[in-house]
């Protein structure tokens, strides 16, 4: 997806740092949360959907992702995400409850959002990443496998260059094409994230995701919070074909989700479905939503 004329961007300040979002329509707040290696651009072809669906659909750039700003206090914990998604509801959602579609580290923002402040939001559409008690505690040995990138993240200067090579051939070959093996994306595509890596602040911001995670499951309060259960009704999207995180890592999951779970498998898809086929990953959003 091409970069939009500016005009088209929006930004809001949350929590000290401005995040840029775009959205199409009127109607109920739902957010759609990109994650990596991706941008909210992804997104577009979706967002335009549910807004002919009577949503106003909004797709922000979380912090570190270009055009979003760098965060001022260099804070990308999981929890900061989800205190920006609520914010984002707070600002955008008229006094509301939003639903929120989550992508990859969208799916963990989401995920503890839900648990931090249950009223915020009303159903929930997870895609491509289990609920965390599942991911961290029980991952097939498969799983542990496919996970090796978080492992290498975890190293000094190596992930800074793999991520920054000209080519892009790391990002290529083996993110993209192992985790979407069926995806035939266009070099337009992927022309936001491979823009936002070459920034060497910016390839530094994405990796510290990763690079908080062990801090995360060694602090009591964030493992609480990562560990609980989900409120909230959701549905879980996942590709059958995901090279990322594997489908066998949905099994087993339901006790965590004591609103209801709804396991919704993408046929012949990979990790970046709502990218592969936006006509059906809207209509399994929408249908959730309709119920």
Known sequence: MSHLPAEELHYLDVGGTRLAYLQRGKGPLLLCVHGFPDTAYSFLPVLERLATAGYHAVAPFQRGYAPSALAADDDYRAVTLAQDLLALIEALGQGRAAAVVGHDWGSVAAQLAAKQRPEAIARLVLCAVPHLRRFFLFPSLRQIARSHYIFRFQLPRW??????????????????????????????????????????????????????????LLDSAQRRLVM?????????????????????????????????????????????????????FAERVLEFLRA
Not at 170 to 185: A, D, M, N, T
Not at 191 to 197: G, H, N, Y
Not at 250 to 260: H, K, N, R, T, V
Request: aromatic share 10%.
């Open 159 to 216: 992930p800074e260059a793999a991520l920054g090579r000209e080519d892009h051939a790391w990002l290529e070959q083996v993110l993209i094409r192992r985790w979407s093996p069926g995806w035939h994306y266009r070099e337009a595509d992927l022309a936001p994230v491979k823009a936002c890596l070459r920034d060497p602040q910016r390839r530094r911001a994405l990796l510290a995701y990763y690079r908080n995670l062990p801090g995360a």
């Open 228 to 280: 609980a259960p989900i409120p909230q009704p959701t549905r879980m999207i996942y590709g059958t074909d995901d090279g990322c995180i594997g489908a066998e890592m949905f099994d087993a999951q339901e006790q965590l989700f004591p609103g209801g779970l709804q396991l919704c498998p993408a046929p012949g898809m990979g990790h970046f479905m709502q990218a592969e086929n936006p006509a059906w």
